[in-house]
């Protein structure tokens, strides 16, 4: 019997929460990707990593912070908790990341916007691979000085954003769900 390798890949679950989710675009189609990601990480060995935001209005342990029941972590599963849109900024992340060995990053989550982009660019940034995964990702509609934008149009801009993305030393890419490679 052959061993298998470590995986250098890793999934990253962004802020799916309770009090995140509702309003968003499609949840029940990104939530039902994200699992499907999550079962599949666990199947073939890659550490799935799950990042929850907390602040005065989503204290750490209370409903509002839970995870959607449709993605629970396991026991023993990395958690990242943060106080910021960056995932990496103060928070646990690189060490995690570094413990595991991690080259590369999948990332899926909510709010596309806010801490799944800024999350992306900043891992680029550190020098990971990274794939966003372009049907498992979602935000609520914004308005800024008046200018609606739907959540399906964030989503669909930041794929389009993602998916062109050039950095120096890494590759950036979008997939769906069930086309990524997560080894």
């Not at 995140?20 to 990707?33: A, E, I, Q, S, Y």
């Not at 103060?90 to 060995?101: A, N, R, S």
């Not at 930041?158 to 997939?175: E, Y």
Request: glycine residues 8%.
């Amino acid at each position: 019997m052959t061993a298998t390798a470590p995986s250098t890949t890793a999934l990253l679950v962004i802020d799916l929460q309770n009090d995140v989710l509702p309003g968003c675009f499609d949840t029940k189609r990104v939530l039902r990707n994200t699992r499907t990601l999550i079962d599949r990480a666990r199947a073939e060995g890659t550490p799935v990593v799950f990042v929850q935001h907390e602040d005065e209005g989503m204290p750490r342990g209370s409903h509002e912070w839970q995870f959607d029941p449709a993605i629970e972590p396991l026991d023993g599963e990395p958690r990242v908790y943060k106080t910021y849109r960056d995932s990496f900024a103060d928070t646990e992340l690189t060490t995690i990341l570094d413990q595991l060995g991690t080259e590369r990053l999948v990332i899926t989550g909510a709010q596309t916007d806010y801490c799944v982009i800024t999350t992306t660019l900043s891992a680029t940034g550190r020098g990971y691979d990274t794939v966003l995964v372009s049907d498992a990702h979602t935000t609520s509609d914004s308005d800024y000085n008046g200018v609606v934008t739907t959540g399906e149009q964030i989503v669909a801009h930041t794929n389009q954003t993602i998916g062109s993305l050039r950095q120096p030393g890494v590759t950036v890419g979008i997939a769906t769900h069930d086309a990524v490679a997560l080894r």
